[in-house]
């Protein structure tokens, strides 16, 4: 089997991962990746069903493609992800052109579906079971992701990877559709872990991001052992070629010392913490059965604060959710102001099928109100994050090179000299900067001079270059 293949990923970097590893298996049977759907064999949308706004964007892709399918019936056109998994035979509804549908704990059969659908398979649905389906290892079992096959040219970056350590989850915020698409939350082996990520030094990865749905509630036994996230960490340490190792997203209620304690002394974890909020209301909070107070995400924060005093703490938040009034609305703006995240990453609620929410909660805040709450947190954020940046100018920070930045693409070949180039601090501060591109990969010293709310903007000192390279640790 071979061919084209074009595939559009939208969502979470769990999608970006699994992405990777369908684009590996695939390349691995012959395929070539190309950059539009209409020069494809194979058409893939990996979807996501956290927000509304994502599943309209892939339905209206999907709607475009209906003239393309009339015209050429041979090409292949599949849904997978999360969207796949919540509303299954109501794609094939939706758009009766799709050939297959396969759920984000079925990936490993991608290959073979589009084998089917080549020889003349009807509609072909191929998803995990449903949490009320079976015994706890038969749904654990439908849910577990294929052999981690790797693809560097998949990846924003080719020495930056994601690498998951835990999938699925257990918590069921009323407002949340992973644990029915994600299913029950389950620990891969720290020996599966480590040798995954020694694949990915070896394909020349110097920052490794850790993921779970809850990645700091990571608990594997086995082996008379227990390991936990904390204990993950220092065993991968030994990995000499990853300098830095970063791991999203953080539940509350797990944040324990002990993990503090290890990104404070280890000295390849970057001291960047993304901890959800969610709402700054008890009463919210309850509504969303987030399953902590406000009181406690405090406690929490000034742990951070103690353990680690340069940690860069990012948050997120939902506005206008089931039954927030002013009042409730006005206690997570004081979180916010109180916290001063580094970033908050804003949504306005939207209803998911399948949540206790859409189930038991009425949607009964007004989208203009939504609307406006949005836009006030933000601006609130954005002058937080802009006055906190602002501390960094006449500082030298550590950036990670990632390449081009958009403007910098966008002016790459119309000018001489240098080009704008963008990259990250150990505190995943962006920083752009003017330089060679050919300093891509590496680890540079960049002196700021100036701020926005989300970018440090820097300049090389006189003397770098692409051999002069510095030695990373944790902090900005």
């Given at each position: 089997?071979?061919g084209?293949?074009?595939?559009?990923?939208?969502?979470?970097?769990?999608?970006?991962?699994?992405?990777?590893?369908?684009?590996?298996?695939?390349?691995?049977?012959?395929?070539?990746?190309?950059?539009?759907?209409?020069?494809?064999?194979?058409?893939?949308?990996?979807?996501?069903?956290?927000?509304?706004?994502?599943?309209?964007?892939?339905?209206?892709?999907l709607?475009?493609?209906?003239?393309?399918?009339?015209?050429?019936?041979?090409?292949?056109?599949?849904v997978?992800?999360?969207?796949?998994?919540?509303?299954?035979?109501?794609i094939?509804d939706?758009?009766?052109?799709v050939?297959?549908?396969?759920?984000?704990?079925?990936?490993?059969?991608?290959?073979a579906?589009?084998?089917?659908?080549?020889?003349?398979?009807?509609?072909q649905l191929?998803?995990?079971?449903?949490?009320?389906?079976?015994?706890?290892?038969?749904?654990?079992?439908?849910?577990?992701?294929?052999?981690?096959?790797?693809d560097?040219?998949?990846?924003?970056?080719?020495?930056?990877?994601y690498?998951?350590?835990?999938?699925?989850?257990?918590?069921?915020?009323?407002?949340?559709?992973?644990p029915?698409?994600?299913?029950?939350?389950?620990?891969?082996?720290?020996?599966?872990?480590y040798?995954?990520?020694?694949?990915?030094?070896?394909?020349?990865?110097?920052?490794?991001?850790?993921?779970?749905?809850?990645?700091?509630s990571y608990e594997?036994?086995?082996?008379?052992?227990?390991?936990?996230?904390?204990?993950?960490?220092?065993?991968?340490?030994?990995i000499?070629?990853?300098?830095?190792?970063?791991?999203?997203?953080n539940?509350?209620?797990?944040?324990?010392?002990?993990?503090?304690?290890?990104?404070?002394?280890?000295?390849?974890?970057?001291h960047?913490?993304?901890?959800?909020?969610?709402?700054?209301?008890?009463?919210?909070?309850?509504?969303?059965k987030?399953?902590y107070?406000?009181?406690?995400?405090?406690?929490?924060?000034?742990?951070?604060?103690?353990?680690?005093?340069?940690?860069?703490?990012?948050?997120d938040?939902?506005?206008?959710?089931?039954?927030e009034?002013?009042?409730?609305?006005?206690?997570?703006?004081?979180l916010?102001?109180?916290?001063?995240?580094?970033?908050s990453?804003?949504f306005?609620?939207?209803?998911?099928p399948?949540?206790?929410?859409?189930?038991?909660?009425?949607?009964d805040?007004?989208?203009?109100?939504?609307?406006?709450?949005?836009?006030?947190?933000?601006?609130?954020?954005?002058?937080?994050?802009?006055?906190d940046?602002?501390?960094?100018?006449?500082?030298?920070?550590?950036?990670?090179?990632?390449?081009?930045?958009?403007?910098?693409?966008?002016?790459?070949?119309?000018?001489?000299?240098?080009?704008?180039?963008?990259?990250?601090?150990p505190?995943?501060?962006?920083v752009?900067?003017?330089?060679?591109?050919?300093?891509?990969?590496?680890?540079?010293?960049?002196?700021?001079?100036?701020?926005?709310a989300?970018?440090l903007?820097?300049e090389l000192?006189?003397?770098?270059?692409?051999?002069?390279?510095?030695?990373?640790?944790?902090?900005?």
């Amino acid at each position: 089997m071979a061919g084209r293949l074009f595939i559009e990923t939208v969502g979470c970097q769990m999608n970006v991962l699994d992405s990777e590893m369908v684009v590996a298996s695939l390349r691995k049977v012959g395929y070539e990746l190309v950059a539009e759907a209409r020069d494809a064999d194979a058409i893939l949308f990996n979807t996501c069903s956290v927000r509304e706004h994502a599943e309209d964007k892939t339905y209206s892709a999907l709607g475009k493609l209906k003239r393309l399918k009339l015209e050429h019936p041979e090409k292949i056109i599949g849904v997978m992800g999360c969207m796949a998994q919540k509303d299954q035979q109501l794609i094939f509804d939706r758009a009766p052109h799709v050939d297959f549908v396969v759920g984000p704990g079925q990936l490993q059969r991608i290959a073979a579906l589009i084998d089917e659908a080549r020889k003349g398979a009807e509609q072909q649905l191929a998803v995990s079971l449903g949490r009320r389906d079976g015994t706890r290892e038969a749904i654990e079992r439908s849910h577990e992701t294929f052999d981690p096959l790797r693809d560097p040219e998949m990846r924003p970056t080719p020495f930056q990877a994601y690498l998951r350590i835990q999938i699925g989850c257990d918590k069921f915020c009323t407002y949340c559709v992973v644990p029915m698409t994600r299913g029950p939350e389950q620990c891969r082996t720290p020996a599966e872990i480590y040798e995954e990520a020694r694949v990915l030094a070896d394909q020349g990865c110097l920052e490794v991001t850790l993921l779970g749905q809850t990645v700091n509630s990571y608990e594997h036994r086995g082996a008379g052992a227990t390991t936990r996230l904390a204990d993950l960490l220092v065993k991968l340490q030994d990995i000499e070629a990853i300098r830095r190792w970063k791991f999203v997203t953080n539940y509350p209620r797990d944040m324990s010392s002990e993990l503090l304690a290890a990104v404070r002394d280890l000295p390849k974890v970057s001291h960047y913490l993304h901890v959800p909020a969610q709402s700054g209301s008890n009463s919210v909070l309850r509504r969303m059965k987030r399953g902590y107070t406000v009181e406690q995400y405090r406690e929490m924060h000034a742990r951070i604060r103690e353990m680690v005093p340069d940690a860069a703490v990012s948050s997120d938040f939902i506005v206008g959710f089931c039954g927030e009034t002013d009042e409730e609305f006005h206690e997570t703006v004081e979180l916010v102001r109180e916290c001063r995240f580094k970033n908050s990453f804003i949504f306005k609620y939207s209803v998911r099928p399948g949540t206790k929410a859409c189930e038991l909660l009425p949607d009964d805040v007004p989208h203009d109100i939504k609307q406006r709450r949005n836009h006030e947190l933000l601006s609130i954020q954005d002058a937080i994050s802009e006055e906190d940046n602002a501390g960094f100018i006449g500082r030298t920070v550590e950036v990670l090179v990632e390449g081009l930045s958009k403007r910098g693409m966008r002016t790459a070949g119309t000018q001489a000299g240098p080009a704008q180039l963008t990259g990250r601090t150990p505190c995943d501060r962006i920083v752009v900067f003017d330089g060679d591109v050919a300093l891509t990969g590496q680890v540079m010293p960049v002196k700021i001079h100036d701020v926005t709310a989300h970018t440090l903007i820097g300049e090389l000192p006189a003397a770098a270059n692409r051999d002069q390279l510095l030695p990373l640790y944790a902090g900005d």
